[in-house]
C-alpha cells in the first residue's frame, strides 16, 4: 500500500518497464514490490532562502548577488511553486526518478540563486535602494515563471523579503537619498514660493480692479453731481433771465413816470444859489 499525501500526486516507476502513465492522486493505492511511487507535490509550497531559520531554510541559506554597477548584495529570498500535474511525468523524467523534496533542494533552490543574480546585474545599486525597488521584484518574478516552466514547475510569487549591502556602500547612498531629499524639498519650497506669489499677484490684481472700479462708479457719480447742479444753474439763469425780460417788458415810460411820482414825499429840493436848476415834477 503506498499513501499519496493531499496536495500531492505519485508516478509510479515500475523496475521492469520503466514509468506508468498512470498518475496516483492523494488516497491510498495498491501498489506492486516492483513499483515505486515517487510524490510531487501540485499544491502551491513555500520555500525560502533567508539568514535565518524560517520554513525550509533552517540555516543561513541567504545569498550574494551582483548589480549592473559592480557592488554585492546580500538577500533573502522566498518563493512559492508548485509542479504541473499535467506534465508530472515528463517532469519525473527529467530529473531521473528524484522526488520533488529532492528537486527543490538540487534544482530548483540553487537555480533561485543563479538567475536572480542574472536579475540584480541588469539594475545598479542605487535602484535597488531606490524607487526601482518593486520593479525589481517584479522582474525577478517574470523572470523565475519563464526560467523554470520549460521544467514543468510552476512559479507562483518570487520576491525579495530583505537586501543588504556593505556598510561604505550604505552611506553613500544615504548621503545620496539625503541629497535628493533636499533638493526635493527645495523645489517643493520654490513651488510653494511661487504659488504663495502668483497668489498674492491675483489677490493686488483683483483689489487694483477692485480700486478702479471704485474709482470709476465715484467719478460717474460726481459727473452726474455736476452735471444736476449745472442743470438746476441753467434752469434758474433762464427763469431769472425770463422774470427779468418780462420785467423789462412791463416797465412803460408811463408806468416809469407813475412809480416816481409814487415814490415822491411831496417835498420841494431846497436849492442854494442862482445856478441851481428847477426841478420839473410834471405836468
Same mark, same amino acid.
Given at each position: 500500500m503506498e499513501r499519496v499525501p493531499a496536495g500531492y500526486v505519485g508516478v509510479v516507476y515500475n523496475f521492469s518497464g520503466g514509468i506508468s502513465d498512470q498518475v496516483l492522486t492523494q488516497g491510498w493505492?495498491? #501498489?506492486?514490490?516492483?513499483? *515505486?511511487? +515517487?510524490?510531487y507535490s501540485v499544491g502551491i509550497e513555500q520555500s525560502y532562502l533567508t539568514s535565518e531559520d524560517k520554513g525550509d531554510s533552517p540555516k543561513d541559506e541567504s545569498f550574494s548577488t551582483p548589480t549592473s554597477d559592480g557592488k554585492s548584495l546580500t538577500v533573502d529570498l522566498e518563493f512559492s511553486y508548485k509542479f504541473d500535474p499535467d506534465r508530472i +511525468?515528463?517532469?519525473? +523524467? @527529467?530529473? *531521473? #526518478? &528524484? $522526488? !520533488?523534496? +529532492?528537486?527543490?533542494?538540487? =534544482?530548483?533552490? %540553487?537555480? @533561485?540563486?543563479?538567475?536572480? &543574480? /542574472?536579475?540584480?546585474?541588469?539594475?545598479p545599486v542605487t535602484d #535597488? =535602494?531606490?524607487? *526601482?525597488? &518593486? /520593479?525589481?521584484? /517584479?522582474a525577478l518574478d517574470v523572470y523565475m515563471k519563464q526560467k523554470f516552466e520549460p521544467y514543468g514547475i510552476i512559479i507562483d510569487t518570487a520576491n525579495f523579503t530583505n537586501i543588504v549591502t556593505d556598510s561604505e556602500t550604505s552611506a553613500a547612498i544615504q548621503r545620496k537619498v539625503t541629497a535628493q531629499q533636499e533638493l526635493e524639498l527645495a523645489n517643493i519650497e520654490a513651488k510653494t514660493a511661487k504659488v504663495q506669489a502668483d497668489k498674492d499677484k491675483e489677490v493686488a490684481l483683483i483689489a487694483a480692479e477692485q480700486e478702479k472700479e471704485k474709482a470709476t462708479i465715484e467719478a460717474e457719480q460726481k459727473k452726474i453731481q455736476a452735471e444736476g447742479e449745472a442743470e438746476a444753474t441753467r434752469i434758474k439763469a433762464e427763469a431769472e433771465a425770463e422774470a427779468n425780460k418780462k420785467i423789462a417788458e412791463s416797465l412803460t415810460p408811463e408806468l416809469i413816470e407813475k412809480q416816481k411820482?409814487? *415814490?415822491? $414825499? !411831496? /417835498?420841494?429840493? &431846497?436849492?442854494? !444859489? $442862482?445856478?441851481? %436848476?428847477?426841478?420839473?415834477? !410834471?405836468e
Open positions: 493505492h495498491f #501498489v506492486s514490490p516492483t513499483k *515505486k511511487v +515517487t510524490t +511525468t515528463k517532469t519525473f +523524467t @527529467m530529473f *531521473k #526518478v &528524484q $522526488s !520533488g523534496e +529532492t528537486v527543490k533542494n538540487t =534544482f530548483i533552490k %540553487p537555480k @533561485m540563486r543563479a538567475w536572480t &543574480q /542574472e536579475v540584480t546585474a541588469k539594475f #535597488v =535602494f531606490g524607487d *526601482k525597488r &518593486q /520593479e525589481l521584484n /517584479e411820482i409814487e *415814490k415822491w $414825499s !411831496g /417835498e420841494v429840493p &431846497q436849492v442854494q !444859489g $442862482s445856478n441851481t %436848476p428847477i426841478v420839473s415834477i !410834471g
